[in-house]
Each structure stands twice: as C-alpha cells, then as structure tokens.
C-alpha cells in the first residue's frame, strides 16, 4: 500500500527491513527512489534527528558513483525517511547467501568498488563505521565487471553514527558495570572524523558497529577513524572468499576479543599478493593498514591474475564453540526468531515490527577492572577441504548462524562481560602490532 512521506516522495512497497528501518521503492519528483523509514525510537528521538540533519549536508555532498547518494532528508512529525538513489539488486549478504563464495576476481572487483567509495568519503572527513556485506549494493542493471562481479556501491552512510548517541551509549553504561576505561586517540590514523564530520566530538562511548567487522581499536574504545572502515572491508573481502570472516563465530563477545588478540589465518589456495594485502588490512595497528585509493590501486594489480580462478576450496566453519558446548540444544526458542543475515548483534536494537535482521552492535567499552579471564571463543584456522580437523562434526555456515542469532538473543548482557573477560589482561600488556604478537593461547569451554 502506498504511503506518502513528506509532500514530495510517496512509497509503494517494501524493498527491505534493516535495524534501523525499512526500505521501500519510492517514488520522487525525479522519478524512483528508495526511501528509508527510519524506525519509530530513533526518528522520535530529537537529539538524533538534530544531529543527522546537522550532518546531511555533508553526507549529501558525498557524490561517487560507488557510494549511494543520499538525496533528500524528510522530517515529518515523529517520521524520518531518508532519500536515497535506489539501487536494483540485491545486497552483497543475499549474494553471499547464495553463493557462499565468490570467485577471487569477482570478490576482488566488488572490493575495489567499495574501496573506491570510501576513498571518496574518507577524502570528505566521512567514516562509514558499518561497511559490511548488508551495507553493499550490487546493481544488476549495470553492465558486469571484472568476473563478472555486477558494480557495487556503498550504502548506509551515517546510519550508524545515528544510531551511536550519546545518550544511547549512556543508557548502555547505566545497565553494566564501570564506565569505560579511555585511551588516547590514535595519531598516525587519516584524519577523517566519524560518520559524517571531521570534528565531531570524541568522547567517551559505546561500541557501534557490527562484531565481525569491528576493528580492534574500536574494541578497546578509541574513536572511529578511515582505519575503521579499511579494516572492515578487509574483513568483507575475506569473507567473499572464504565464506565467513575471519574472527567471527562463537559468542559474541569472543569475536570482540578475537579481533584484539588474534592474528588471522591465512586463507588455503589464495594468491600471495592479494593474501598480503588482506594481511595488511587486517593489521592491529590502524597506521598499518592501507588507505582507502592506495587499496583500491594494489587491488587493481592484482585483478588480472585472478581470472578465471574458482572460488577458494575451503573446509567449512563450523562454530566449535557451539558444537563443543552442547548448550544450544537446552536453550528455548526465542519467541520471534530473525532470519539468518550473516553476521549477528551483540546487543538487539531494534523491537518494532520495522526490523527482521539485527546487525549492529551497541554495547560500552569494558573496564579493564571488569576483566576477568576468557572462557569463550576459539581460535579457528581455515583448513583447505578435505583437510583433517580435529573435534567437532561438519556444519553448514548458514547453521552456525542461524546458532549464533539464537543464542545470542538469550546472551545480550552476558555479551558485554564476555568481552570484558577476553579483553583484561591483555590491555595490559599488550603491543599493537599484529606482526609481532604470537597467537595466544585459547580458552574452550
Ligand atoms: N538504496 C537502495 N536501493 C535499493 N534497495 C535498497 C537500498 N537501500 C537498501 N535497500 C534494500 O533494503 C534492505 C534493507 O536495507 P537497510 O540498509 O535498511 O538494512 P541493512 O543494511 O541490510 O541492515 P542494517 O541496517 O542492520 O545494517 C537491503 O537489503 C537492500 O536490499
């Protein structure tokens, strides 16, 4: 059924339901749009809105033709819709879903485009602070790219600035323990500012974001910086190619300390110079990691060499932590079950009928004081198939998420004290420098 927002733009059907809102096909006085709704708590929640029309002219004038464009910004009573170029396709997730991996050179080319699109918003002072499969378009009415991959474009901006208030991150402290342990902002980073401008405040706050993606240094509370989002879409491209990321799995609060502690695995059968460049993105230390046009260039080189190679040959992940516990099957149902959309929340923000996949992360940063040891988490290594594994049974990956969701709707608070736990008594001592760290050792329950 149709619905009008604002005087302009009237919506005729549901395109897709995200946390923060739904998406419908919209119609403008320039002809379709996707307009999305955003949901009642946040668009009736002043100070949020205040600060995103604050910020629209900056995410308005981000204008590439690998970011979304945002055209318009409706405020209307309690309702906030925002305006965007529509995109025919699906996203990255459903394509993922589909196919589970993706062809190096296809995986490579979706990557670049992204690169592309933040090279352009990180030049305008705009963090992302979400990039992740769900938040990457691939427009089927545009002619393929290299293998074959349809071009992608970069969505979402500034969504999760909104949704990171202070006074949701207030709420949050509230409901744990001690306030944040602060750290000093890191120096050498690119000097973008968060979700939307260069200068916005850095003070103290919770952790938004989603956990697969979420850089180390946001774990342990320093500000979102370009670094961020390199680090995530680092984390994407290796997912395209392996079919899952590499520190996620197990609680949530395990994937937090994972991205802290430890190193990742090399993928089996990837090519040298595009394993290197991952590696690189995926460092601890932010000044290690390439910038956004520098990413997009040595991706660009490596492109060539990949044709005509099929996807990565790889054992599936099961999520150990599950299958070794044998708690999952005690746990009940959850009255209303989300659909499996890749990665999971550590804290569900969304209740409203306007929401069937939760994706973001919402917590506080723990305490150090509040650490006290790291029952959860493995470390997993990618084996090559057919390789041996020790221990637990095969598992599909859509089954390890499906676990994931489920279990973590009953674990949201236990969450944040699982990070807290993982996190202690390396905050102490550690360095930050991926290269030089050896693995440590992991704790299974
Ligand atoms: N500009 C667009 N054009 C066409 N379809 C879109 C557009 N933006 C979003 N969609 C569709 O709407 C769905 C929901 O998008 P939304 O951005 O609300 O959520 P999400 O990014 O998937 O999840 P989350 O908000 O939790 O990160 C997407 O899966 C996509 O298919």
Known sequence: MARKIGSRYTAHQILGRGSAGTVWLGEGPEGPVAVKLLREDLASDQELVDRFVRERTALQSLDHPRVVGLRDLVVNGSELALVMDLVRGTDLRTRLEHDRRLAPQAAVAIAIDVADGLGAAHAAGIVHRDVKPENVLLDAHAPAGPGGAPPALLTDFGVAKLIDSPRRTALLRQSGAAAAQQHGAHGADAGAGSGGSQNAPQTPRGIIGTPDYLAPELVEGLPPRASVDIYALATVLYELLAGFTPFGGGHPGAILRRHVTERVAPLPGIPDELWQLIHQCL???????????????????VLPALEGLPPLDIDEQPDEAYEESGTEAARPEPAHSAPVRGAVPL????????????????????????????????????????????????????????????????????????????LGGWLATSEDDTATRPAPAVERP
């Open 283 to 301: 460092a601890k230390a932010p000044a290690s990691r390439l910038r956004a046009p520098e990413l997009a260039a040595r991706l660009r080189e």
């Open 347 to 422: 804290v569900e923000t969304s209740t409203g009928p306007d929401s069937n996949r939760d994706t973001h992360t919402s917590m506080r940063v723990p305490g150090a004081d509040e650490l006290a040891g790291g029952a959860h988490g493995t470390a997993r290594a990618p084996r090559a198939a057919g390789a041996r594994r020790a221990g637990s049974a095969r598992n599909r990956a859509a089954q390890a998420a499906s676990l994931r969701r489920r279990r973590l709707k009953l674990a949201l608070i236990a969450g944040a004290v699982a990070v807290a736990a993982g």
